[in-house]
């Protein structure tokens, strides 16, 4: 009835049987980007927030974040990962810091979904720190930019 993997024969909304999927290593890189006054990235910089350290805790709640995936997105498979990387780069002259997120498992299903929610959360939680000095962040570009392994192999954002 449905090319969409996730609709069964009926039309019914299921998980993905992927037993029978071969292991592989996976890698998935996600990024996004939250814009600041500039004020607000000077007190990031500085860690002079009031809320604490906002990168430091950002980074923890974007492994926490891909860590609980499955909980989160409906038909997700828990994963095993095996590593999870949150960098965030703050550029001064943009004003605005572009958060990063490697994740990385041998399995057999891919880490997207885990680099993507990681970078969410991650950006969400710099706005949570920093929403009471700065209201008008925005969050934006959010998206995969690679992945490897599966069966369909690499891609790569152009």
Do not use: F
Not at 72 to 79: E, K, R
Request: with cysteine; aromatic share 2%; net charge neutral.
């Amino acid at each position: 009835m449905s090319d969409l993997t996730h609709v069964n024969a009926d039309g019914e909304v299921h998980m993905v049987d992927i037993a029978n999927k071969a292991e592989t290593h996976r890698v998935a890189i996600a990024s996004g980007t939250i814009h600041l006054q500039p004020g607000t990235l000077k007190q990031i910089k500085s860690n002079s927030m009031k809320k604490g350290d906002v990168l430091s805790t950002a980074r923890i709640a974007g492994i926490m974040a891909a860590k609980r995936t499955a909980d989160l997105i409906p038909l997700c498979h828990p994963l095993s990962l095996s590593h999870i990387e949150v960098a965030l780069l703050l550029d001064e002259e943009k004003n605005l810091i572009t958060c990063e997120v490697k994740a990385k498992s041998h399995g057999r299903t891919g880490v997207e979904m885990e680099a993507l929610t990681a970078v969410q959360i991650a950006l969400l939680t710099i706005y949570d720190m920093c929403k009471a000095v700065d209201k008008g962040m925005t969050i934006t570009e959010i998206g995969l930019q690679r992945k490897s392994g599966g069966k369909s192999g690499d891609w790569i954002r152009e």
